[in-house]
């Protein structure tokens, strides 16, 4: 009896298409933006530049200015007062510097520090691709009877313009967003799963990367230790599986301190505390806006936030209406949505969805883990109203922790407003047709803005230059293209059958861990 060779679903493969698509936006922005033009740049370059010469830098370092090795830093230090010389983002941990030291050595050895900055570019737009897929990964734990529902998670966060702007810049954001996204999403997994050795391991390597590139990684491992715990005592609730989990916790908790935990503490003995907030704050004269109590009830800094995934930085102010539409969107489809649960129609927008059927374990996993991701977004949130309050200011790349929970909820109510132009015959054809229509939708609607947004960052408009910009428009719109037909090919109502085996085999996996539990604990 010949076995069936294992391959992608259907749901995965498109989120990496919608990955691939990601970074081909970054690319093209990190082509054409001029060198060292978004905020932080030049500091973040910096950081790897001085890291290579075998120095950690500090707050205080100064920027290499030497206009013969380095001509774009020095010509972007120029007029700067000496604060904004400094290297001030030292505050991070290195593990993102210390990936970007070949580059630093790659430019050297060519004689161009264009390299390393185009280099470095690329890799954050790496980062930030493989985001978009840990979105759509995580929005099917949350939502994980809804199968299109990681399909449209991924293409919204693709639609938010300031991602994929972002992604293009010299930044430590997409990995260490990657990989805080990957500590949740495998601690997740052991909640639906149970806790192997295996899972384990990867979860707290995950976890070490996380607190290596942005000190917010330490709330994943937080939230890791808790999804352990949840794991266990959710199969097997008595003293001893409670004793085991607050062991198997702290362990996961004393990894990174071990790996990291050296440079938080070199933070402590240098500004006081681990993050160095107060001394930047102290050193760029901030100003406080109003305390952190303050700040968590302020709707205007949730609506900032949610906004700047559309429009940051210099971005066209244009772009608010699409946050604005998505926002009214999410809205109304989640209030309707609640609205047919209680009381469903026969037909039309209010009429009832058959979710594939789940035993009341399952249903129990379910909340548990939208519990530990509503912990970590609660846990965020907090030190970004403390942040905000002790004068620091909001970009997009900090509403980064929140897209899964954004996506998902966007993506249920895409669902639920669209059964008001779709029909077909099962309730999976009908989300099948929804979220080709509203991936599409969202596609265009990034590339339009991508295309906006182009026109207002080009870099040098010499030959060499040019030709790159239009051969990285051709590949991208190919690309573009390419995505498009896959998800029409992946997303017809014909590939349901490819879904209803996939809920079958989680289906099967769940009740395996349900009936056998002793074997998926860890001893």
């Known amino acids: 009896m010949s076995s069936r060779p294992r391959s992608l679903s259907q749901m995965t493969a498109c989120l990496l298409l919608l990955g691939v698509l990601g970074f081909a936006m970054s690319a093209q922005y990190a082509i054409g933006m001029p060198p060292l033009l978004k905020a932080d740049e030049k500091q973040h370059a910096a950081y790897a530049i001085v890291l290579s010469q075998g120095v950690l830098p500090t707050i205080d370092t100064n920027t290499p200015a030497d206009p013969v090795r380095y001509p774009q830093l020095a010509e972007a230090l120029f007029g700067l007062d000496e604060p904004r010389r400094d290297?001030?983002?030292?505050?991070?941990?290195?593990?993102?510097?210390?990936?970007?030291?070949?580059?630093?050595?790659?430019?050297?050895?060519?004689?161009?520090?264009?390299?390393?900055?185009?280099?470095?570019?690329?890799?954050?737009?790496?980062?930030?691709?493989?985001?978009i897929v840990l979105v759509g990964l995580l929005a099917r734990e949350l939502v994980p009877r809804r199968r299109v529902v990681p399909v449209l998670a991924g293409a919204m966060v693709l639609g938010c313009g300031a991602v994929t702007y972002d992604g293009g810049a010299i930044y430590n954001d997409g990995w260490g967003t990657a990989a805080a996204y990957l500590t949740l999403l495998l601690g997740f997994r052991m909640v639906r799963e149970g806790v192997t050795r295996d899972r384990l391991i990867w979860a707290t390597t995950a976890g070490v990367a996380a607190a290596s590139f942005r000190?917010?990684?330490?709330?994943?491992?937080?939230?890791?230790?808790?999804?352990?715990?949840?794991?266990?005592?959710?199969?097997?609730?008595?003293?001893?599986?409670?004793?085991?989990?607050?062991?198997?916790?702290?362990?996961?908790?004393?990894?990174?301190?071990?790996?990291?935990?050296?440079?938080?503490?070199?933070?402590?003995?240098?500004?006081?505390d681990p993050t160095a907030s107060a001394a930047l704050f102290a050193k760029f004269s901030r100003q406080t806006h109003g305390g952190t109590l303050f700040q968590l009830v302020n709707p205007e800094l949730y609506l900032h936030l949610y906004g700047s995934l559309?429009?940051?930085?210099?971005?066209?102010?244009?772009?608010?209406?699409?946050?604005?539409?998505?926002?009214?969107?999410?809205?109304?489809?989640?209030?309707?949505?609640?609205?047919?649960?209680?009381?469903?129609r026969a037909v039309g927008v209010m009429r009832r969805v058959d979710l594939p059927g789940a035993s009341r374990f399952q249903l129990r996993l379910e909340v548990v883990v939208r519990a530990l991701m509503a912990m970590?977004?609660?846990?965020?949130?907090?030190?970004?109203?403390?942040?905000?309050?002790?004068?620091?200011?909001?970009h997009a790349r900090y509403a980064m922790p929140f897209l899964p929970v954004i996506a998902a909820l966007t993506s249920l109510a895409v669902l639920r407003v669209g059964r008001r132009w779709v029909t077909a015959r099962s309730e999976e054809s009908v989300d099948l047709r929804i979220a080709l229509f509203a991936s599409v939708g969202f596609i265009v609607s990034a590339m339009v803005a991508h295309l906006h947004i182009q026109q207002r960052i080009d870099g040098p408009a010499d030959a060499s230059w040019l030709f790159a910009l239009i051969a990285a428009d051709v590949v991208m719109l190919a690309v573009a293209a390419y995505v498009v037909s896959q998800?029409?090919?992946?997303?017809?109502?014909?590939?349901?059958?490819?879904?209803?085996?996939?809920?079958?085999?989680?289906?099967?996996?769940?009740?395996?861990?349900?009936?056998s539990p002793g074997r998926s604990f860890v001893e």
């Open 310 to 344: 559309w429009a940051d930085d210099v971005l066209p102010k244009i772009w608010v209406v699409a946050a604005v539409a998505t926002l009214a969107v999410t809205i109304t489809g989640l209030i309707l949505d609640a609205n047919a649960k209680a009381r469903p």
């Open 87 to 131: 290297i001030w983002v030292a505050n991070h941990p290195p593990l993102f510097y210390v990936m970007s030291l070949p580059l630093v050595w790659l430019g050297d050895a060519v004689g161009s520090s264009g390299v390393t900055l185009l280099g470095m570019r690329l890799l954050n737009a790496l980062g930030y691709a493989l985001s």
């Open 376 to 394: 970590y977004c609660v846990i965020i949130i907090v030190n970004l109203a403390s942040f905000h309050a002790g004068g620091g200011w909001i």
């Open 487 to 515: 998800l029409r090919r992946r997303l017809r109502p014909a590939a349901s059958g490819d879904q209803a085996r996939e809920a079958r085999s989680i289906g099967r996996r769940a009740a395996q861990a349900v009936a």
């Open 215 to 272: 000190s917010t990684g330490l709330v994943a491992v937080l939230v890791l230790g808790a999804c352990v715990l949840a794991a266990l005592w959710m199969r097997e609730p008595t003293a001893r599986t409670l004793r085991r989990g607050v062991v198997l916790a702290a362990k996961i908790g004393l990894a990174p301190v071990v790996v990291i935990g050296w440079f938080y503490a070199r933070n402590i003995a240098l500004y006081g």
